[in-house]
C-alpha cells in the first residue's frame, strides 16, 4: 500500500491497575488502508481499538491521525465512525432516524440530511426499510444500519469493532465481502478487530497479530500466512505442525538419530534448539520412490473426510512418535491408498519449512 | 564541553519513564461531574448531615454541652426505656416467622402450583400496600378491640399490645416480603427439576435440594426486610400497643410528649443500629450469590397436582380473606353511624373539615406532596442513576455517590425525621427556611425511598446496551441528548415504576413525616394518626380508605397511561 500515513500509533500503553493490556504497541496506517486486529481474546485489540477511539485512553503513548496529536481527545473531539458487535443501534429510533442522528448533530440542514440518508440507505441496500424499527430487522439488515449510521458524516477512519461475529456464518461471509467492497469504494481508513482469521486474511490489506498486549506481527494476509514472524502466529493462523529439533550443520536440523531435515537455519547457530513449521497442506507424499530429500516414512493413524480434502494424523518413530497432520487431495486419494494403518512415504519440502527458536524455559 | 556536562547534575538515568497521558475531559464530562456533585451535594443535606447532627445530639445535654455517653447511661438504667428493646426485638422476630412463612407459601402457590384465580390472589395480596400501616391497628380494634365484634375469640387476651402489633405487622408487611419471595421462586431453570425427577427424587427431597437453595437468597433478602419493617415500624403499635413499649413509640414519646429531644436520640441510635446491621449483612449475603440462571434456562411451568393445588388453594383463600376482612372492616367502620350502637350508614364520617387532624385539605396536601416527591424524586434518582452508570472516568465519585445512595435504605423513617428536626430547625442552618415547609416533607420523602428507587433505575439502566454512550460520542451528539431521546424512552416503563412506588409511599407513609409537618402542611396520614389519637376513630378509618383510593386511582391511571404508551408511543418494543 502505497499512500499518506494517516494514522500513527506510537509506544501505547494501556494498564488496568496492575495488569498491562498494551504493553508499547506502535502502528503506522496508511490512508485508504484496512487494517485488522486479529488475535486471541484478551490479546488487547479491543483495548487498542478503544484507545484509538478515545473511549478508554491510553496510560502512556502518542497517537497521530491526519498529523494532529489526539493522544488526550475525548471521544467526542476525534474523528471517526464505530461499529460495535451489538451494533448499539437505538432500538426506540425508526432506521431513517438512527442514520440521520449524527448528521443532526452537525446541523446539517433537514432536506439535506433527508438527502444524505437516502444516499447511504441506497449505499447498504435498505431503501425500503428507513421507517422499520431496528428489532424488525435481521441481523445482517441490523448490521448494514450500524454501518450506514457510522459512515454518514463522512469519518475520516472507520472503527469495526467484531461487526460481524453476532452474525450466523452464511450472513457473515456475505457481509464480509460487501463491507470490504463499501471500504473500497469510499476509500475510508479502516481497522476491524477480530478474532477471526478467516475474516482477517479475505478483508484486510494489512493484518496486525496481537498475543498477550504485544504485536507479534503486521504483515499482509500472504506475508502472515506464508512468512510468519514468529511461532505464536505460525500456529495462530491457520494450520501448522511444528516438530521439535537441534541444529547440526548449515541448512541441516537434526531429529532424532535417523531423522535429519534439511532447511534454511539463517538466524540460528549450530546447537540451538528450534521448531520446525510446516503446515499441513505443503506435506506430499512420495509416489515415485525418491526418497532423498527430507523424507520421513509414517504411518496413518486417522482419516477424516473434509469435503474436497482428507486430513491426516500420521506419526512414526522418524518423528519420535509425534503426530503431525498432512492435507491430502482427493485426487492423491485415487493413486494412494489412504487406510488407517497403512505406512507412506511423505516429503517435507525444504522451501516451506519455517524454522522457530524453541521456547527456552 | 564533556566536563561542562559531567559538572552539572542533569545525567539522566537509562530509562526514561514515559509521560503519562491525561485524558482531556469534554465539555460532557464536566456537566456530568458538576450534575453529579450536585446531586450528592442533595444526599449530603438530605441524609448524611442531619443523621450527623442527630449522632452528635445523642451525646449532648439539654443546653447543647457534650457530655459523652450519660444520656445512654440513663437509656439503660431506666427500665421502662431500656425494655423496649427488648420488646421490639420480640415483635419483630415473631412477625418475621410468620411473615416469612405464610408469604413462602402464598408465593410458592402463586408460582409453582396450578391453583385458579392466581391473579386474584396475587391482587389481593398487595392491598396492604396502598394503606398507611395505622389502618390495621385501626380495623384490628374494630374486630377485637373492647367492642370488637370478634373479641371472644382471643379468650380474654387484650389486643392492645403484642398480640395487636403482631398481627398488625404481619398483615401490612406481609407484601413486602411477597413480592421478594416470587422473585426468588419464579427465577428458576425447569430442567433442574426434570433432572431431578429422572434421577427419581421424591418430590419431598426436590423440594429441600432444589426448590429451597434456589430461594435460598431471595429468603434471606426477604427476612432482613421484613424484620427491619417490623422493629422499626410507628404506625401499628402507635395506634393497637397500648401500654406496650417499642422503640419506635418511645422515640414519638419523648419527642412530642416530653420534649425530651436528646432522649429521642439516643433512642433514635438505639433503633438505628439493628436496622443497620441488618441491612450491612443482607448486603454482605447477597454479595455471595452468583446467578443461578443462564440465559438459556427453561422456564418452569407447574403442572397440576390435584391434591397440593387443593391445599394450597384453601391456604391461599384464607389469607386472602384475612386481608379482605382487614380493609373491608376499615371500610365498613368508616360508613358507620356510631360503632357499635347505630350500625346505620352515613358518610358523616368523611366530614373531616369537622374534626381534628387537619381535615380535608390534609388529604389534599398529601396529593400534592406525593405528586411533588414522585415528580422531583423520579427525576433527581433516574439522572442521578443514571450519572453513576454512564459517565467516563471520575470512578471514586461515582463509587462514593453510590454508597451514598444506598444510606436511606438503613435508616427508619422515624430516626430521619427526627434528624430533620435537629438539623433543618437550628436557626444557624442555611437551610433553616424550609423547616415546616411542603418542601421538607417533599425532601424528607424523597430520601426515604431513595435507595430502592436507584437500585430499581440501575437494574433499568444497565439492560441498556453500554455502547449507546460511545456510538453517541462518535455521532457528536451530547450526553443530555442521548439521555433525554435513548435512555429515558427506553427505561420509561421503569421510570413511571420508581414514580408510583415514591406516590404511592409518599401517600402512606407516617413515620417519615410525623415530625417535620407544620399545621399548614398536614397530611392525610397524619391525620388518621391524629384523629385515631383522639378517639376519632371512625374517621380516621375513613381517612385511610381516603388514602386507599387514591392510591388505587394512582395504580388504575398508571396501568392506563403504560398502556398507551406501549400501543401508541412504543411500537418499536414489538
Not at chain 2, 519513564?17 to 456530568?32: A, E, F, G, L, T
Request: charged letters at 15%.
Amino acid at each position: 500500500m502505497s499512500g499518506n500515513e494517516y494514522l500513527k500509533i506510537k509506544n501505547i500503553i494501556k494498564k488496568f491497575g496492575d495488569f498491562t493490556a498494551l504493553n508499547d504497541v506502535s502502528i503506522n496506517v496508511n490512508e485508504g488502508e484496512f487494517i485488522c486486529f486479529l488475535g486471541p481474546s484478551g490479546c488487547g485489540k479491543t483495548t487498542l481499538l478503544r484507545a484509538i477511539a478515545g473511549l478508554d485512553i491510553q496510560t502512556h503513548g502518542k497517537i497521530f491521525q491526519a498529523g494532529k496529536d489526539i493522544s488526550s481527545l475525548p471521544a467526542s473531539e476525534r474523528d471517526f465512525g464505530i461499529v460495535f458487535q451489538s451494533y448499539a443501534l437505538f432500538p426506540n429510533m425508526t432506521i431513517y432516524k438512527n442514520i440521520a442522528y449524527g448528521l443532526e448533530n452537525r446541523k446539517m440542514p433537514k432536506g439535506d440530511i433527508k438527502i444524505r440518508v437516502n444516499e447511504l440507505l441506497s449505499t447498504v441496500g435498505l431503501l425500503d426499510q428507513e421507517l422499520k424499527y431496528p428489532a424488525q430487522l435481521s441481523g445482517g439488515q441490523q448490521q448494514r444500519v450500524a454501518l450506514a449510521r457510522a459512515i454518514a458524516t463522512n469519518p475520516g477512519l472507520l472503527l469495526l469493532d467484531e461487526p460481524l461475529s453476532a452474525l450466523d456464518a452464511r450472513v457473515r461471509t456475505h457481509l464480509r465481502h460487501e463491507i470490504k467492497q463499501l471500504q473500497h469504494k469510499l476509500g475510508i481508513t479502516t481497522i476491524m478487530v477480530t478474532h477471526d482469521q478467516e475474516e482477517a486474511l479475505t478483508m484486510a490489506d494489512r493484518i496486525v497479530v496481537m498475543n498477550d498486549g504485544i504485536i507479534e506481527q503486521i504483515g499482509s494476509p500472504i506475508e502472515i500466512y506464508r512468512k510468519p514472524a514468529t511461532a505464536f502466529v505460525a500456529g495462530f493462523i491457520g494450520r501448522m505442525n511444528f516438530i521439535d529439533g537441534i541444529v547440526t550443520n548449515d541448512n541441516m536440523v537434526k531429529i532424532n538419530d535417523s531423522t535429519n531435515i534439511s532447511c534454511q537455519t539463517v538466524g540460528f547457530k549450530i546447537g540451538d534448539k528450534v521448531k520446525i513449521a510446516i503446515r499441513p497442506e505443503d506435506i506430499t507424499v512420495i509416489e515415485d520412490n525418491n526418497y532423498s530429500d527430507n523424507a520421513v516414512k509414517l504411518k496413518l493413524d486417522e482419516i477424516e473426510f473434509l469435503g474436497s480434502f482428507f486430513r491426516c494424523d500420521l506419526s512414526g518413530a522418524a518423528l519420535n512418535d509425534h503426530i503431525i497432520e498432512a492435507d491430502f487431495s482427493i485426487n492423491l486419494s485415487r493413486r494412494v491408498e489412504l487406510k488407517i494403518g497403512n505406512k507412506i512415504y511423505i516429503r517435507l519440502p525444504e522451501s516451506n519449512i519455517t524454522l522457530f527458536a524453541a521456547e527456552n524455559k | 564541553m564533556s566536563h561542562i556536562t559531567t559538572g552539572h547534575n542533569n545525567i539522566k538515568p537509562n530509562i526514561i519513564k514515559p509521560k503519562i497521558v491525561k485524558p482531556k475531559i469534554s465539555r460532557d464530562d464536566w456537566i456530568m461531574r458538576i450534575a453529579m456533585g450536585i446531586i450528592g451535594l442533595f444526599l449530603l443535606i438530605a441524609i448524611i448531615l442531619p443523621l450527623y447532627t442527630m449522632l452528635s445530639k445523642s451525646f449532648e445535654d439539654k443546653d447543647a454541652t457534650f457530655i459523652g455517653f450519660a444520656n445512654y447511661l440513663v437509656f439503660f438504667n431506666t427500665p421502662a426505656l431500656f425494655n423496649s428493646i427488648y420488646n421490639s426485638f420480640n415483635i419483630a422476630i415473631i412477625s418475621s416467622i410468620i411473615i416469612l412463612i405464610t408469604s413462602f407459601l402464598y408465593g410458592y402457590a402463586l408460582t409453582r402450583t396450578c391453583i385458579p384465580f392466581k391473579m386474584f390472589f396475587k391482587l389481593i395480596a398487595l392491598i396492604p400496600l396502598l394503606t398507611p400501616s395505622l389502618l390495621s391497628g385501626i380495623s384490628l380494634v374494630y374486630w377485637f378491640g373492647n367492642q370488637g365484634v370478634a373479641k371472644d375469640l382471643l379468650m380474654g387476651s387484650s389486643i392492645y399490645g403484642p398480640i395487636g402489633i403482631i398481627i398488625g405487622s404481619s398483615y401490612w408487611i406481609f407484601p413486602h416480603a411477597l413480592m421478594i419471595v416470587i422473585t426468588a421462586l419464579a427465577i428458576t431453570d425447569s430442567r433442574l427439576y426434570e433432572a431431578a425427577e429422572s434421577l427419581r427424587t421424591s418430590k419431598i427431597k426436590i423440594f429441600f435440594t432444589v426448590t429451597l437453595p434456589g430461594a435460598k437468597y431471595g429468603l434471606i433478602s426477604a427476612s432482613f426486610v421484613v424484620f427491619t419493617l417490623a422493629f422499626t415500624d410507628f404506625g401499628v403499635p402507635k395506634v393497637i400497643g397500648g401500654n406496650f413499649n417499642v422503640l419506635a413509640t418511645d422515640i414519638y414519646k419523648q419527642v412530642i410528649g416530653q420534649q425530651n429531644f436528646q432522649m429521642g436520640a439516643v433512642v433514635s441510635v438505639v433503633l438505628l443500629l439493628p436496622a443497620i446491621l441488618a441491612f450491612w449483612v443482607d448486603r454482605l449475603v447477597q454479595k455471595k450469590q452468583v446467578a443461578l440462571l443462564s440465559a438459556k434456562a427453561v422456564i418452569l411451568i407447574p403442572k397440576p397436582d390435584k391434591q397440593r393445588d387443593r391445599i394450597f388453594f384453601i391456604f391461599c383463600s384464607i389469607i386472602a380473606t384475612i386481608i379482605i376482612a382487614m380493609i373491608g372492616m376499615a371500610q365498613f367502620a368508616a360508613l358507620i353511624e356510631f360503632w357499635p350502637y347505630n350500625l346505620s350508614l352515613t358518610l358523616a364520617n368523611y366530614d373531616f373539615d369537622l374534626m381534628d387532624g387537619g381535615g380535608w385539605d390534609a388529604f389534599y396536601n398529601s396529593i400534592e406532596m406525593a405528586s411533588y416527591s414522585a415528580f422531583f424524586g423520579t427525576i433527581i434518582i433516574f439522572f442521578g442513576a443514571y450519572l453513576t452508570q454512564k459517565s467516563n472516568g471520575f470512578e471514586r465519585g461515582r463509587a462514593i455517590f453510590q454508597m451514598i445512595a444506598i444510606i436511606p435504605l438503613a435508616v427508619p423513617g422515624m430516626v430521619l425525621g427526627l434528624s430533620y428536626i435537629f438539623f433543618f430547625n437550628n436557626p444557624d442552618n442555611p437551610f433553616n427556611f424550609i423547616y415546616g415547609t411542603m418542601a421538607i416533607l417533599v425532601i424528607a420523602t424523597i430520601t426515604h425511598f431513595y435507595t430502592v428507587s436507584h437500585l430499581t433505575s440501575i437494574t433499568a439502566l444497565q439492560q441498556l446496551d453500554k455502547e449507546f454512550e460511545s456510538v453517541s460520542e462518535s455521532l457528536k451528539a451530547p450526553f443530555y441528548k442521548t439521555f433525554m431521546r435513548v435512555s429515558v424512552p427506553i427505561c420509561s416503563p421503569a421510570i413511571m415504576d420508581v414514580a408510583m412506588y415514591i406516590f404511592l409511599n409518599a401517600m402512606t407513609t407516617v413515620s417519615a413525616v410525623v415530625f417535620i409537618y407544620s399545621s399548614d402542611t398536614t397530611l392525610a396520614s397524619l391525620a388518621v394518626l391524629n384523629m385515631d389519637d383522639a378517639g376519632d376513630i371512625a374517621p380516621a378509618a375513613a381517612m385511610a380508605m381516603m388514602i386507599a383510593y387514591c392510591c388505587i386511582a394512582a395504580r388504575i391511571l398508571h396501568m392506563i397511561i403504560n398502556h398507551i404508551m406501549a400501543k401508541y408511543f412504543q411500537a418499536w418494543r414489538r
